[in-house]
């Protein structure tokens, strides 16, 4: 994985994409503000993706009015490490396309 926190490490785009962690993400929409292409959008969760939620991340998701962040432009990530960085619930991790 490249390291979030050097912008040297940027990648080709597509060769990473984000990966939101469910349980952890409360909408606060920095991942959206942060991104220079635009990779993120502000959205509700929708109801049958709630029920593989942790109770914690039930909890969460409930107080946020189920507000969190999606991934709607995978293919344009170029693995700046940004989001993962201002993601105050790190909530995001860059996976590889091939893993
Ligand atoms: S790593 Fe950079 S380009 Fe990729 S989604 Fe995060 S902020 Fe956007």
């Given at each position: 994985?490249?390291?979030?926190?050097?912008?040297r490490?940027?990648?080709?785009?597509?060769?990473?994409?984000?990966?939101?962690?469910?349980?952890?993400?409360e909408?606060?929409?920095?991942?959206v503000a942060?991104?220079p292409?635009?990779?993120?959008?502000?959205?509700?969760?929708?109801?049958?993706?709630?029920r593989?939620?942790?109770?914690?991340?039930?909890v969460?998701?409930?107080?946020h009015?189920?507000?969190?962040?999606f991934?709607?432009?995978?293919?344009?990530?170029?693995?700046?490490?940004?989001?993962?960085?201002?993601?105050?619930?790190?909530?995001?991790?860059?996976?590889?396309?091939?893993?």
């Amino acid at each position: 994985m490249p390291d979030p926190t050097d912008p040297r490490c940027a990648q080709p785009p597509g060769a990473f994409h984000p990966v939101i962690d469910r349980n952890r993400c409360e909408g606060k929409a920095e991942c959206v503000a942060v991104c220079p292409v635009q990779v993120f959008e502000l959205g509700v969760l929708p109801v049958e993706a709630r029920r593989g939620l942790s109770l914690k991340g039930k909890v969460k998701g409930f107080a946020h009015s189920w507000r969190q962040a999606f991934v709607v432009r995978e293919s344009a990530c170029e693995a700046c490490g940004l989001c993962v960085k201002h993601c105050p619930e790190g909530a995001i991790k860059l996976v590889s396309r091939g893993s």
